[in-house]
């Protein structure tokens, strides 16, 4: 990326400046103020060029932030260039014509062209998204609002941008919910391209857009019926959450109160659309608050959720359908349902599938011959990630057990990078794999001269067989 980017030594002295204006300005300011003791010129510079700019920009800087509109940065830099700007010609003005009214005019001209100039090539969108500020402290006060301002929401398109702007900032109150739909506004409908209405309040967790949206699908009139209809064909909740690798707490508190607001007042939106949204999460938490409204529907998923929540009858589910195993979960990355129980699920229920004797080991062996389903096991089982690694025993001793094909440079590849701690190769012996194995898969998977990564697989071995006499 930073090969393409291109850069003439003009566009960087122009960036060389923009930094050092602020320091300049300040070191020119000091000057004057300490000139200004003994020379009158330098204290009229200040007094009646610098600080009615200083002045000027501070209002400005008020009155943007205000309106939500430019930011700090993009007011500061534009600021010291003009009036560094207004000082130069002021003291080349006076210098050539001996008039202070004339140089302090034309000086404040200059600098005033030069900050639009600079400010519009900050932020060419400055006024647009000043209107934008503008409207929003209309909408934050509707009942307040101008006249000027209500006649613009009689027009069906700027009411429903103005619903959306709204929906867009979780902490627009409810009034002004209510006021606009009052108006005539519709959060149960599509928008460009963003979905529903609705759909962006969930996305965005605007509960205050939310209690005022619902209470639109109270009733058996036509339009509340309507309004279920369409929340039927597009289903907020089936939409995508953000969520981190593991969900946090804050990020797990939004989404539960977000969808308890939808789901009192319309459970029949729990699908398993939504389900297949949170069971790649791999989150009991999230998963135990869907399921109390109501399970999923799909055998799949059902397994899924059970397991998550730690309910170990679902080993009696597979023993009966044991082909249910190899079928896609609602995952992002598992390629079978089994491969996700090994790497997500209490090892409490995955003891009680093996012990139903029903895995078909040879079905998860990829064309390179690894196992997918033993690599999840031994993920659980690294150093940074590890949460159970009795995983990786039961498993890989379930494999041994069956006599099932196994990869010994799999195995190696699990540890040889591990740092010190790791549980992998404690693991794997406790399952029945011997030292002799182990090193004979590290010799086999790495060369002598790999130097570092063989030292470093030898040293995890180390740590549980001891030095090779």
Not at 1 to 24: C, G, R
Not at 393 to 405: C, G, K, N, Q
């Amino acid at each position: 990326m930073l090969s393409s980017i291109s850069l003439t030594w003009f566009d960087v002295l122009k960036i060389l400046v923009l930094i050092a204006s602020p320091y300049i300005l300040g070191a020119v300011i000091l000057f004057l103020v300490i000139r200004s003791l003994t020379y009158s010129d330098s204290r009229k510079i200040l007094l009646w060029l610098v600080l009615p700019q200083i002045l000027v920009t501070l209002i400005l800087w008020w009155g943007l932030n205000f309106y939500e509109a430019g930011t700090t940065f993009s007011i500061l830099l534009p600021a010291c260039i003009t009036i560094l700007g207004g000082i130069v010609v002021y003291a080349l003005l006076f210098n050539a014509l001996q008039s202070t009214v004339a140089g302090l005019a034309i000086g404040h001209l200059v600098a005033l062209a030069l900050f639009f100039g600079v400010f519009n090539s900050f932020n060419p969108n400055l006024f647009t998204e000043v209107q934008t500020g503008r409207d929003m402290h209309q909408l934050r006060d509707i009942a307040q609002s101008s006249k000027a301002f209500n006649r613009q929401l009689e027009d069906t398109e700027f009411r429903q941008d103005m619903l959306v702007e709204a929906v867009d900032r979780p902490d627009m109150p409810e009034a002004t919910f209510r006021g606009l739909l009052a108006r005539g506004a519709n959060p149960f409908q599509t928008y460009a391209f963003n979905g529903s209405i609705f759909s962006t309040a969930v996305e965005h967790h605007n509960l205050n857009a939310l209690r005022v949206f619902i209470e639109q699908l109270d009733g058996d009139n036509e339009q509340a019926e309507n309004n279920r209809a369409f929340l039927l064909k597009n289903n907020p909740l089936e939409q995508h959450f953000y969520f981190s690798v593991t969900p946090t707490e804050e990020q797990k508190q939004q989404y539960k109160t977000t969808v308890k607001v939808i789901l009192d007042k319309m459970p029949e939106l729990l699908s398993d659309g939504v389900y297949a949204r949170i069971l790649p999460e791999a989150n009991a938490e999230l998963i135990q608050f869907l399921w109390g409204y109501h399970p999923p529907e799909k055998s799949v998923y059902r397994i899924q959720a059970e397991a998550m929540l730690g309910m170990v009858i679902v080993a009696d589910k597979i023993a009966a359908t044991p082909e249910i195993l190899k079928e896609k979960p609602a995952a992002e990355y598992s390629k079978s349902l089994w491969e996700y129980l090994v790497q997500y699920t209490p090892r409490p229920v995955l003891q009680a599938i093996l012990e139903r004797n029903v895995v078909q080991w040879a079905d998860y062996k990829d064309k390179d011959g690894n196992n997918p389903v033993l690599e999840a096991a031994i993920g659980r089982a690294g150093k940074y990630n590890s949460d159970d690694p009795q995983v990786l025993t039961i498993v890989m001793r379930d494999i041994l057990e069956h006599s099932a094909p196994w990869s010994p440079s799999q195995l190696a590849h699990g540890f040889y990078t591990d740092e010190e701690g790791s549980h992998v190769v404690s693991a794997l012996h406790s399952a029945g794999i011997t030292c002799t194995q182990l090193r004979e898969a590290l010799s086999n998977f790495l060369k002598e001269d790999d130097g570092y990564l063989m030292r470093n697989g030898t040293q995890r071995i180390g740590e549980v067989c001891g030095a090779k006499k």
